[in-house]
């Protein structure tokens, strides 16, 4: 059987884990812990693995927890230690592995269906966060050491691309929200860190204007003119980009009074203490718990 194969209706899972159909579909709704393929008539159909990420989450409510902070904890399982923790994790590395082999192999087919899987397995932001961000960071890492090809870089990083693309835009913003210009900082054409920032904005309701590759001052100023944003966030992943988009920073500061500014990216990330201090009121971190800080101080 295909790990991705749905084999249990509702009401087998039901009797199975001790739980009304009812609350299994208020938790797919509300938290989107899962997902699972529906059969031609419509009906849930759930795989082994689904089984086993519902065992953890009644165990954690047994234990105590709200299903919120257990679902919490399916984000972040390294919060708390475990075999069902290391488990979720262990499956998130596995499927991570899985897809880095497919993409080297220019597999897009197979890297497809493994995604497919992960996202029918966890939440969007756990899928997102957990492993197309690593996927992101070992491509760059493997292509930067020479340990793969630019043809290889090329294609795993267009893959990736359009994936957080297609899901970014499949949601809708919220009109009580400030708008938000996202953009790579001058010299820079990493794109693909910039895109998981925008699908987290764009998670929460934001709308925002994505430009992708850097672009001169002049056009930005031209862009924030017209839209008017409550953000604008630049990032920059090469270090030799840095000290530009930190003037950029400054001089759209000085002429853009009202305008949040922040700033991420390896380089920005990777500063040091005391240079960082200097500009720390931009950085807007390197993970989802940094980047809410950020954002709840500039919305207070």
């Not at 082999?101 to 493994?114: D, G, K, P, Y």
């Not at 292509?143 to 893959?159: D, L, M, R």
């Not at 899901?167 to 009109?175: A, G, K, P």
Request: with cysteine.
């Amino acid at each position: 059987m295909g790990q991705g194969e749905g084999i249990y209706n509702i009401k087998a899972v039901s009797k199975m884990l001790g739980i009304q159909p009812g609350t299994l579909r208020a938790w797919e709704r509300r938290y989107k812990i899962i997902a699972p393929p529906r059969s031609e008539a419509g009906h849930r159909l759930y795989t082994d693995e689904h089984i086993k990420v519902l065992r953890w989450l009644i165990s954690k409510v047994n234990q105590g927890f709200t299903i919120s902070q257990a679902a919490a904890l399916l984000e972040n399982p390294d919060d708390e230690t475990g075999d069902e923790n290391a488990a979720v994790k262990d499956k998130a590395e596995e499927l991570g592995d899985r897809i880095f082999r497919a993409l080297m192999s220019f597999n897009e087919m197979e890297a497809n269906e493994l995604l497919n899987q992960a996202f029918s397995l966890f939440t969007i932001d756990k899928t997102v966060m957990g492993i197309l961000g690593p996927l992101l960071v070992r491509v760059g890492a493997q292509w930067e050491k020479g340990e793969i090809t630019t043809a290889h870089e090329h294609f795993a990083s267009s893959f990736l691309r359009t994936r957080i693309e297609n899901l970014s835009y499949s949601f809708l913003h919220h009109s009580l929200l400030p708008k938000a210009v996202a953009v790579c900082g001058p010299g820079e054409r990493h794109q693909l860190g910039l895109l998981i920032f925008t699908l987290f904005l764009r998670r929460k309701g934001f709308e925002v204007i994505y430009l992708g590759e850097s672009l001169a001052d002049q056009d930005i100023e031209v862009v924030i003119d017209t839209v008017k944003p409550k953000f604008l966030f630049l990032s920059c992943t090469m270090e030799s980009n840095l000290s530009a988009a930190i003037d950029t920073i400054a001089g759209l500061t000085l002429k853009y009074a009202s305008l949040s500014i922040g700033l991420g990216g390896a380089a920005a990330d990777s500063l040091p203490a005391e240079k960082k201090k200097a500009i720390s009121g931009h950085i807007v971190g390197s993970g989802k718990s940094e980047w809410e800080d950020w954002l709840k101080k500039q919305m207070d």
